[in-house]
């Protein structure tokens, strides 16, 4: 069988934890639980099962969605959501509209090792990633853990071809 030519080199980029977001965002809710306060209108307020995560772009100029990489180390169901290229988490709350659609859910059932996504969500996800980073060097997202995951059972990260 004839070779369509060179393979693209493909770059895998993690997605990170970002613990000192994601507490800064925790303590935003607790402030506002303690002094009996309300959210602005509109305003996501992180949720005890999610996290925020970040991806930093590197070499943006080019790159070609190829796929996600996603591990569950135990059976569960993640939903990954990315963040506005407006918003700027030092200057500004997280609003609902800054979260973008669609979602990438992955899940593992009890019963198996095998991943499952819902593919034309993921696929459309992955190309928009691509398109932001020609403009962003940095992109957020709101992880929600399902089913009693917690970051630690899930490895994620996407990848690309470079051109």
Do not use: C, H
Request: without cysteine; charged residues 30%; hydrophobic residues 40%.
């Amino acid at each position: 069988m004839a070779e369509d030519g060179p393979k693209q080199p493909q770059l895998s980029m993690p997605l990170v934890l970002d613990q000192d977001l994601t507490r800064q965002m925790r303590l935003r809710v607790e402030s506002l639980k303690l002094r009996g306060g309300k959210r602005q209108d509109g305003e996501k307020l992180l949720q005890p099962a999610e996290a925020m995560y970040r991806l930093d772009f590197v070499r943006q100029q080019k790159l070609q969605f190829e796929r996600w990489d996603v591990v569950l180390d135990k059976p569960g169901k993640v939903t990954i959501t990315g963040t506005s290229q407006n918003w700027t988490p030092d200057l500004t709350n997280l609003m609902t509209r800054q979260l973008l659609d669609p979602t990438a859910i992955f899940w593992r059932r009890e019963d198996s090792d095998a991943m499952d996504w819902n593919e034309a969500d993921v696929l459309e996800f992955g190309e928009r990633l691509a398109d932001l980073a020609k403009i962003r060097k940095v992109m957020y997202f709101l992880i929600t853990f399902g089913e009693g995951l917690e970051p630690a059972d899930v490895k994620a990260s996407v990848v690309f071809n470079q051109l």
